[in-house]
């Protein structure tokens, strides 16, 4: 089943994979459907799920939304690399199913590419919570690609959730299915120096994050290790390839005693650090709109304004 109004080319195109998120899908959409930029196109690229996902996915009317499926389960990076071959829009941006934009997120990032030609792909700061969307508290991120880029054998601090970039960066450079839980990662590594980086201080992003699972973070740095110790050998230095190795390992381990012990966050200070009053409240405003069905409305001053029905 594909829907998919060909006619108007928008200027930004977001990519959602989708598989059994039946309970949390709604909510990603509406805050889509809420932005204050509304020359969009979202891509909802369904993976074969067997709950009432594409149900939901039918229960939204706009001629902005495309619905792709197959009735097949093929998995995130065959749905992203998918969703940016599908894309229309001059710029391509993440979102997966259990997240929440913020309202301005688009407004905002759109503006910054805009106005920087120079930048190839494009990370906000965001906020991580709950399945019942209470905070837990905040990820900010390097500005510059020089920081963001300080130490690739170590990882890129660059929420995947936060990006957008130009659609031809993506087409050019497409993620690798091997970097299972690493995607975002590795496809980092093998473009950051020919690539340009950037990163806006503000959260515009929510991150779903209702507990931690140590299988799935080894996982992923081993895959990412994999990528570094290639990448560096490739290049041929070994000093380099050697300690992203031991850098990982040791990350690695601490992770583990953080989820064992039960920690989590207490250890795993840069997976969530504190957030004030003014990250809550906003939070607490963002998830309301998103999270209850209604029409949004945009005030004379840019600021969004949920009207819930009678």
Request: hydrophobic share 35%.
């Amino acid at each position: 089943m594909r829907n998919d109004d060909s006619k108007h080319k928008p200027r930004v195109s977001i990519g959602m994979p989708i598989f059994n998120c039946e309970k949390t899908l709604a909510t990603a959409i509406r805050s889509i459907l809420n932005q204050t930029y509304s020359d969009w196109q979202l891509l909802l690229m369904e993976d074969g799920s067997s709950d009432r996902s594409l149900e939901v996915v039918r229960s939204f009317n706009d001629p902005r939304i495309s619905v792709f499926a197959d009735s097949l389960h093929k998995g995130l990076v065959y749905r992203l690399n998918q969703a940016v071959a599908a894309s229309r829009g001059e710029y391509f941006a993440r979102l997966d199913a259990d997240d929440v934009a913020y309202p301005e997120r688009l407004e905002r990032q759109t503006a910054y590419l805009d106005q920087h030609s120079d930048i190839d792909l494009l990370g906000s700061g965001m906020l991580v919570f709950r399945d019942d969307g209470s905070a837990i508290g905040i990820r900010r991120a390097p500005e510059t690609h020089e920081k963001i880029c300080r130490q690739p054998w170590g990882g890129f601090h660059l929420g995947h959730p936060t990006w957008m970039g130009r659609t031809t960066w993506f087409r050019g450079h497409p993620y690798d299915s091997q970097a299972v839980r690493a995607e975002d990662q590795v496809l980092l590594l093998r473009t950051y120096s020919t690539s340009r980086f950037a990163c806006l201080p503000e959260i515009l992003c929510g991150y779903r994050e209702d507990k931690l699972v140590v299988s799935k973070i080894l996982r992923a740095r081993y895959n990412f290790t994999t990528a570094v110790y290639q990448e560096f050998r490739k290049q041929g230095n070994y000093f380099l390839a050697l300690r992203g190795i031991v850098q990982q390992s040791i990350k690695g381990l601490v992770d583990s005693f953080a989820i064992a012990t039960g920690l989590n966050y207490r250890i795993l200070r840069h997976r969530a650090i504190f957030l004030d009053g003014f990250d809550q409240r906003r939070w607490e405003e963002v998830w309301a709109q998103a999270s209850r069905a209604g029409v949004v409305t945009i005030s004379n001053n840019g600021s969004p304004t949920l009207v819930t029905p009678v």
